[in-house]
């Protein structure tokens, strides 16, 4: 499988695990229909239906396609951090309890990792 080649500010979260600006993403306020992709290796990672507005400042899902996205604990206990499952590039952080939405699941997800493909068009 190809992969992507990243440009610096892609690296920078995708590779080094940063986190981009809050509310500067391009995708903080999308919310037509259809499905996000890994920014690397194209693999869908969530659909858009389970996007919500949560004012944090990242794209937020509550739903993460199934065995799309790997969960890894931190060791302090505080963040879980994400990855794609099929490339290891890094997503963001996922967030439990907070009652955002009936799932009780946030995942924060920075989208500088993603690429959006809208649901009419063919990709
Ligand atoms: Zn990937």
């Given amino acids: ?8 500010e892609e690296e920078k979260v995708i590779i080094k695990k940063g986190t981009e600006m ?3 993403g391009e995708y903080c306020n999308n919310f037509e229909a259809g499905v ?3 920014k690397r290796c ?7 239906k389970a996007k919500f507005h949560s004012d944090c400042g990242w794209p937020s899902f509550d739903e993460e396609i199934k065995g799309a996205v790997n969960k890894l604990p931190n060791p302090d206990g ?13 997503l963001g952080h996922v967030f439990y ?3 955002f ?8 997800v920075n989208s500088i990792s993603l690429r959006f493909i809208p649901e009419n068009k063919k990709d």
């Fill in 42 to 48: 194209g693999t869908p990672l969530y659909k858009s």
């Fill in 36 to 38: 996000y992709v890994c």
């Fill in 101 to 108: 939405t009936d799932k009780n699941v946030r995942h924060c």
């Fill in 1 to 8: 499988m190809e992969y992507k080649k990243l440009t610096k």
């Fill in 78 to 90: 505080q963040r879980t951090e994400i990855e794609c499952s099929n490339c290891g590039a890094h």
């Fill in 97 to 99: 309890g907070e009652g």
């Fill in 22 to 24: 809050p509310f500067t």
